[in-house]
């Protein structure tokens, strides 16, 4: 088979994959090579794109162990595609972006994620940008959860002018703490300030988050001695073990996305419980 007609039939149907970045390119240029050595014909296109952070290729051939070739060839690439960066072809997972699924590594994750800053002049900025001033906003608004927050700094029906926060960025909890209650409607008011005066250490991560029971830190729940607590964990003890260690773990990336995080006070009198013997044990469990 020529070397040089199957190059052109890489390059020329590679731009016919619609994804976001270079990352994935080698895998594709794989992909289609593997495609000429199964018997594709070359003079047909192939299309493809990326999907819920994952590359999907279609194609349709009238003989039916080409078929059967194809699947097997794109099904592997599939798996391959979620473990490697869309950006970099560097290592990557799956991660989820402003409710999007991508396939990215952890700098690259990183750098998309938003984070919150607050410096000492109330400048809000994120990603190193500058988005309001806490003393120019004129109306502040929460979800019925107090996880969502939205920002005024003009007129109160500029809807355009209202900047948009979430739980899921770090600081989110320091900025909502930070702006002054009366911006808020009158009966949201009292409702933020109990959830600030109320905190509880967390047994757990260690941080003074706990509210109603859920850690707004780590996202626990605190133990309780009854149901599914009793019947999974047996005892207090293992349950803070095991929760203590998936944050160690930290498989998700969550504890580094956080570690900028300064909304909550850390206990000093917090306790790891888990030892290396017992972290060497449950990692053969997960992996």
């Not at 990215?104 to 984070?115: A, D, K, M, T, V």
């Not at 190193?128 to 608004?141: F, G, P, R, Y």
């Not at 570690?259 to 017992?278: A, G, N, V």
């Amino acid at each position: 088979m020529n070397t040089e007609e199957i190059t052109l039939f890489i390059e020329r149907n590679l731009t016919n994959f619609s994804v976001n970045s270079t990352g994935w390119n080698d895998l594709i240029r794989s992909l289609l090579y593997e495609f000429a050595m199964a018997g594709w014909n070359r003079e047909h296109r192939v299309f493809g794109k990326e999907k819920f952070g994952e590359l999907r290729c279609y194609t349709y051939s009238e003989d039916e162990t080409l078929n059967n070739k194809l699947k097997k060839i794109k099904d592997k690439y599939s798996e391959l595609s979620v473990k490697t960066c869309e950006i970099c072809g560097g290592e990557g997972k799956m991660r989820t972006i402003d409710s999007w699924q991508t396939t990215l590594c952890l700098n690259h994750f990183l750098e998309q994620q938003p984070i919150i800053e607050i410096d000492d002049k109330q400048n809000v900025r994120r990603n190193n940008k500058t988005v309001l001033n806490i003393k120019n906003i004129v109306k502040a608004e929460v979800e019925y959860d107090l996880q969502k927050l939205w920002l005024y700094t003009k007129e109160y029906d500029d809807f355009e002018e209202r900047k948009y926060f979430s739980w899921q960025e770090p600081n989110y909890y320091l900025l909502l703490k930070m702006i002054p209650r009366s911006l808020f409607p009158k009966d949201r008011q009292d409702e933020i300030s109990l959830l600030f005066q109320s905190l509880n250490d967390c047994e757990i991560c260690g941080y003074k988050a706990v509210h109603q029971r859920n850690c707004l830190r780590c996202h626990h729940e605190s133990w309780n001695p009854c149901g599914y607590f009793i019947q999974d964990y047996g005892e207090k003890s293992n349950y803070i073990k095991e929760c203590q260690m998936d944050i160690f773990i930290d498989e998700d990336d969550y504890e580094k996305y956080f570690k900028y995080d300064q909304s909550f006070e850390k206990s000093p009198d917090h306790q790891i419980l888990f030892t290396s013997d017992d972290l060497r044990e449950y990692e053969k469990l997960l992996f």
